[in-house]
């Protein structure tokens, strides 16, 4: 089984050649600014509750998003991106 920190930084990975893939410098250079106060905060919460439903909700959202880049289907990407943040956002409310 994969350490949480291993699991951090497999989506921190995920996160950053998306961030590369879209092309845009200052969003590239905003997210290596900030990626490891967000891997700190991420190892913290998965150590507090990584059998929550929102974590596995979480890596559900992720799957079908990788699934959405591999097979090019951008409009899909984009959309479940969006719905992404947008539970991102919910759940931490």
Known sequence: MATT???VDADLGLN?????????????????QIEPRVR???IE???LGAGDPAYRADQRE??????AIASADADRASALAAAHFAAIDRRER
Do not use: K, P, Q, T
């Open 5 to 7: 920190r291993a699991c």
């Open 16 to 32: 950053r050649a998306i961030v590369r893939a879209v092309g845009n410098e200052l969003l590239a250079s905003l997210f290596a």
């Open 40 to 42: 700190a905060a991420m």
């Open 45 to 47: 919460m998965l150590e």
């Open 62 to 67: 992720h799957e079908e998003l990788v699934e």
